[in-house]
Nanobody
Framework: QVQVVESGGGLVQAGGSLRLSCTAS????????MGWFRRAPGKEREGVAC???????YYTDSVKGRFTISRDNAKNTLYLQMNSLKPEDTAMYSCAAAKYVACSVSWSQSNRYNYWGQGTQVTVSS
């Protein structure tokens, strides 16, 4: 009965901010590295960021300095703070959980993750 649910998406103007949340249930959250992915229309799914259970973080180059991934293990919740948003950030954002595999091991490869949420839409207007 593992369930992963994202929230916090919406419509925002370029330059604005959003904070995405991902809450997981039915698993031991602290055993999982957690990642954020996004898919824009007509594009391949792209790894956005990853955070290991130890707290080390990884980002794709296009979001470095603008996005911050974090986690609260007591709440089984993953976050993505998105600042200085650009129209090219428009996508469906999904979170994913990888058991016992740290972000340092091919974090952006989607098939290493055990569980996925359905996603939350982020739309940045220009």
């Amino acid at each position: 009965q593992v369930q992963v649910v994202e929230s916090g998406g919406g419509l925002v103007q370029a330059g604005g901010s959003l904070r995405l949340s991902c809450t997981a249930s039915g698993l031991r959250f602290g055993d999982y590295a957690m990642g954020w992915f996004r898919r824009a229309p007509g594009k391949e799914r792209e790894g956005v960021a990853c955070i290991s259970w130890s707290g080390d973080t990884y980002y794709t180059d296009s979001v470095k300095g603008r996005f911050t991934i974090s986690r609260d293990n007591a709440k089984n919740t993953l976050y993505l703070q998105m600042n200085s948003l650009k129209p090219e950030d428009t996508a469906m954002y999904s979170c994913a959980a990888a058991k016992y595999v740290a972000c340092s091991v091919s974090w952006s490869q989607s098939n290493r993750y055990n569980y996925w949420g359905q996603g939350t839409q982020v739309t940045v207007s220009s």
